[in-house]
Each structure stands twice: as structure tokens, then as C-alpha cells.
């Protein structure tokens, strides 16, 4: 029988804590939150998204990085150890087994939309826009989807240089990225921040972010507040889980844990502070969904002094938090297969060229496929590919995921395993956090799902 190799651990707590922030933060910061916020009105929004943040995914992502410090091997072997442990008879490695298929999913769609950022970065490099009308803007978009080839060589590129660094050892290839690119991306983002304190409307920009707009609150919008904090923070499909295998056990969880969700938190609300600034002195629509980044921005750019350097700092940027959640992605089913026996290089290039293969469907559904809805039979009208990928593991299974993950560490382990496995001295923090995992997921989440079901 093959000797079992340890299972790696990072070899410092703030590389634990930069790979895990590079995890978390990504395209969902940047381009997901400001397009979220930008069509839900703003402020109202921000504080529904903050709080469901704070209140759920802030104690489930606790949850989820202590089970894989307890269970230490990949995500379904460490589950199935805990079941073991807590003596249950249910399938605890089940929602580990989604979340590894889930996970090539999401990369599939995932490095679609890398590989645009990418391309607008090297467009950005040649000339940055300057003087772009808005119809070659929209064309850029436009011809960029409608041409598949294009996306999938910026695609195919982004997933081979995430499988590279994948297939080296833990320490050598997860940890050394996160270290060299989060410093870099906050430096960034703090420039382009101060850029649009000092040259856009910043208090404009401020304003729609904090100030108190009317918001009716809809189960729509909740679900995709939740939807985007359990995004945001990669909860729920088990990436967390395995960086938490990783973690030493001198590391503190729930500090490290606060550390980390401040800086994903702080990553949106400065990327919003970078980006709607430039809006409103352009006079752009905050509302216009997803083509934010890559329609409204460029136009922006191409208006301003400075503007190539800008633009290009700002996909250089997206690039890296991407990046940084990419190999988050690929190294989860990568590890349960090195477990198998495979070495992780053949992994790496086997998971990536699956969510290769898959992303061709997600390229189709900006281009040929964009009026076929693979689903409508199921009564799901008017969804492509793309949209079934991302809203059905955003609205479905990042949230019973994380109450999978909420229930184990609530009701399935014993309470002093959990307390004496945290730790955590304050008592009283101790029991709100249980209290939440026990009671508040659960209600919170089965809600929203029984609404969203039985309609509003
Ligand atoms: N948290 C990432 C983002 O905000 O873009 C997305 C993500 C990465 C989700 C990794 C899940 C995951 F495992």
C-alpha cells in the first residue's frame, strides 16, 4: 500500500491568512458587488448585504474553516472522519462531493470572465481606450462574447496558469501566490481609491454606497444578499473547508477568521468607493447589471486624463483577486484526488480541462447559445447556460452548503469538541456564535428557500 503522505499545513499564519482572503476575494467583490449594489439601488442594499454577512455568512464561514481544521484531509475524507467522530449515520461527505463538483463549475464560468478582464487588461496596456466612443466600447463587449474563440483563448490561458500553480506543493504553490499578489491587489485598490477621492465625484460615489436610500425589501433581494455574502466569502462548496485543513493549529480561528472577512468586506466597499465615484462624474447609470465593469467603466476611462494607467491598474487588479480564487477553486478537487493516489499535477490538468470543456457552454451563452435555454422544459424560461451555472450554485448550493456545513458544527459534533477545537475563551461570544450556527442559519436559510418557492 502507498505510504500516506502527511497533510500540508501553511507555514505562517499570515500566509494562511492571505491565501484564504485571496480565496474569498475575487471577481464577486469587484465586479459582483458593485453590479449588485449598482442595481439594487445602493445604500439600502449595502446595509441588507452587510448585515446578512455579519449575522449568517460571517459564523457559517467559522464553521466551515473549523471543520477542515478538525478533519485535515481533503474535504469528503475529513467529513466523513467528523461523521465518524459525532457517530451519525448521515451522509456527511455528500455536500462535500457537490461542493468538488461545484467547484468546476464555478471556475468554468469563473475563468469566462477572467479571461475578458484579462484581454481588457492587455487592451488596456495598448492604448487604454483613450478617446473610445461608446459604441466601440459596447462593440469591444460585443465582438469579445460573440466571438468564441477569443474568450476561450483568454479562458483557456487563465485556467492553465491556475492549474501551474495548483499542481505545485501547497506552501510552494497556494501560499506563495497569495503572499505576492494580496499585498499587491490592496496596494492597487488603495490607489485607485485615492484616485477617485481626489479627481471624481467621490462624495456622489459615497453617498450611493452608505447614504439611506428607500429600499423595499423583497425576498428577491434578500436571497441575493445572501446569495452574494456566501459568494463572496466562497462558502458553502468546501474551498474553505480545505484551506482550513491547512491552517496550524496555532493559528487562531476566530481572529484569523475576523481578519480575513474585513478584508473581503473592505475589498467591495473600496472597490465600490473606486468605481461609482467615476460613475457619477461621467454622468454613467450605476444600474446597468453585469456590463459595469466591461461597457460603463472603459467609457469612463476613455474620458479621463490618466485613464490608460487607470484602466489598466484596475483589470490588473480584477486579474489578480481572480486568480487568487481560482486556484482556491481547482485545489479543492485537486486535493481529494492526490488523495486518491494521482499526483497533482495530472490532477491539475485533468479539473482543468474539464472546466475548460465546460466553459465553452458558458462562452455559447454570450454568443450562439444566448437564446437557448437548456432548462425551459423545467420551466426555467429564458436562463442560458451561463445563468442555470452561476444562479443555481449561487442561490441553491452555496446556501444549503453552508447550512450542510452549519448543522454539522451545530447539531452533529459534540459542543466541547467544538469549543476546545475554536478555541475561543470569551464564553459569551462563544454561545452567540453556536446560538446563530444552531438556530439563525437554519430558520434564516430554510425561509428564504420556502418563499422563494411558494413565490412572494
Ligand atoms: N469568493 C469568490 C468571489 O467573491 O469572487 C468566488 C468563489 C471562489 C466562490 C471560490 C467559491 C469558491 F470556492
Do not use: C
Amino acid at each position: 500500500m502507498k505510504e500516506q503522505k502527511a497533510h500540508p499545513t501553511f507555514s505562517s499564519r499570515i500566509g494562511f491568512i492571505l491565501v484564504t482572503a485571496g480565496a474569498a476575494v475575487g471577481l464577486g467583490n469587484v465586479w459582483g458587488f458593485t453590479y449588485v449594489a449598482g442595481k439594487n439601488g445602493g445604500g439600502g442594499f449595502v446595509l441588507v448585504y452587510l448585515l446578512t454577512l455579519v449575522l449568517i455568512a460571517a459564523p457559517v464561514f467559522m464553521a466551515e474553516l473549523l471543520l477542515g481544521r478538525m478533519g485535515r484531509a481533503s474535504t469528503p475524507s475529513g467529513l466523513k472522519k467528523l461523521q465518524v467522530r459525532a457517530g451519525s449515520r448521515l451522509p456527511w461527505a455528500l455536500p462535500a462531493w457537490v461542493g468538488l463538483v461545484a467547484s468546476v463549475f464555478v471556475l468554468s464560468f469563473y475563468s469566462v470572465i477572467a479571461g475578458q478582464v484579462v484581454a481588457y487588461g492587455f487592451e488596456a496596456l495598448k492604448g487604454g481606450f483613450a478617446g473610445w466612443t461608446s459604441a466601440q466600447v459596447i462593440a469591444l463587449d460585443a465582438d469579445f462574447k460573440s466571438s468564441p474563440l477569443q474568450p476561450l483563448f483568454w479562458s483557456a490561458l487563465f485556467i492553465f496558469l491556475a492549474g501551474a500553480v495548483v499542481s505545485l506543493d501547497v506552501r510552494s504553490g497556494l501560499e506563495r501566490t497569495g503572499k505576492w499578489l494580496m499585498p499587491i491587489l490592496l496596494l492597487m485598490l488603495v490607489g485607485l481609491v485615492g484616485f477617485a477621492a481626489l479627481k471624481a465625484d467621490f462624495s456622489a460615489g459615497f453617498d450611493f454606497l452608505f447614504g439611506f436610500h428607500d429600499i423595499t425589501l423583497s425576498t428577491h433581494i434578500l436571497m441575493e444578499a445572501v446569495g452574494q455574502a456566501f459568494f463572496t466569502l466562497s462558502i458553502g462548496i468546501g474551498g474553505i473547508m480545505l484551506l482550513g485543513s491547512y491552517m496550524g493549529d496555532n493559528v487562531h480561528l476566530p481572529k484569523a477568521s475576523a481578519w480575513i472577512i474585513l478584508m473581503d468586506v473592505s475589498v467591495a466597499l473600496l472597490a465600490g468607493l473606486a468605481i461609482f465615484p467615476l460613475l457619477f462624474s461621467a454622468n454613467m447609470d450605476p444600474a446597468v447589471g453585469p456590463g459595469l465593469v466591461f461597457v460603463t467603466l472603459p467609457l469612463v476611462f476613455a474620458d479621463m486624463t490618466g485613464g490608460a494607467v487607470l484602466a489598466f491598474v484596475f483589470f490588473l487588479l480584477l486579474a489578480f483577486a481572480a486568480f487568487t480564487s481560482a486556484i482556491s477553486l481547482l485545489a479543492t478537487p485537486v486535493a481529494r484526488m492526490e488523495e486518491g493516489g494521482i499526483s497533482r499535477k495530472k490532477a491539475a490538468v485533468f479539473l482543468g480541462a474539464v472546466s475548460f470543456i465546460l466553459s465553452i457552454a458558458t462562452t455559447l451563452s454570450f454568443s450562439s447559445w444566448s437564446n437557448y435555454y437548456p432548462l425551459a422544459f423545467l420551466g426555467l424560461h429564458g436562463m442560458t447556460f451561463f445563468d442555470l451555472i452561476r444562479e443555481g450554485v449561487n442561490n441553491i448550493i452555496l446556501p444549503l452548503g453552508g447550512l450542510a456545513f452549519a448543522l454539522m458544527v451545530g447539531w452533529g459534533l459534540k459542543r466541547e469538541d467544538v469549543r476546545a477545537a475554536l478555541p475561543i475563551k470569551n464564553r459569551a461570544l462563544f454561545t452567540i456564535w453556536y446560538a446563530v450556527l444552531r438556530y439563525l442559519v437554519p430558520v434564516a436559510i430554510t425561509a428564504l428557500f420556502v418563499t422563494a418557492i411558494i413565490g412572494e
